[in-house]
């Protein structure tokens, strides 16, 4: 049974930081996508940040890209989401997901496919305050 856990979450004054963790169980870890998202209160869930473990291709999307660091440890079954200079719109819940096996590895660009991850994390909440 493939099952995700996020933790590393909680609460910061803008400008800080925090390191979001996802450790995955129950596949392989040596060619998947694994991607993280977040939604804000009343808003729609959308993606971030995407890793490629074969190779650690990644993507970024515009709203983070220069403040946050995706990584890969194998080894530990874990994905990282190193976050920096947070601002208050980053507040959300993240969630992390895998697309397993990944069969064509295009993460660089188009990022992790919503409607196609496999498997989700329940979430770690993330505020960020002024």
């Known amino acids: 049974e493939v099952q995700l856990v996020e933790s590393g979450g909680g609460s910061v004054q803008a400008g800080g930081s925090l390191r979001l963790s996802c450790t995955g169980t129950?596949?392989?870890?040596?060619?998947?996508?694994i991607g993280w998202f977040r939604q804000a209160p009343g808003k729609a869930r959308v993606g971030i940040s995407c890793?490629?473990?074969?190779?650690?291709?990644?993507y970024y999307d515009d709203s983070v890209k220069g403040r946050f660091a995706i990584s890969s440890d194998n080894a530990k079954n874990t994905v990282y989401l190193q976050m920096n200079s947070l601002r208050p719109e980053d507040t959300a819940t993240y969630y992390c997901?895998?697309?397993?096996?990944?069969?064509?590895?295009?993460?660089?660009?188009?990022?992790?496919?919503?409607?196609?991850?496999?498997?989700w994390g329940k979430g770690t909440p993330v505020t960020v305050s002024t």
């Open positions: 129950g596949f392989t870890f040596e060619n998947d996508a």
């Open positions: 997901a895998v697309l397993t096996p990944l069969r064509f590895n295009d993460i660089a660009t188009m990022g992790c496919p919503y409607y196609g991850m496999h498997y």
């Open positions: 890793i490629a473990t074969s190779d650690g291709s990644a």
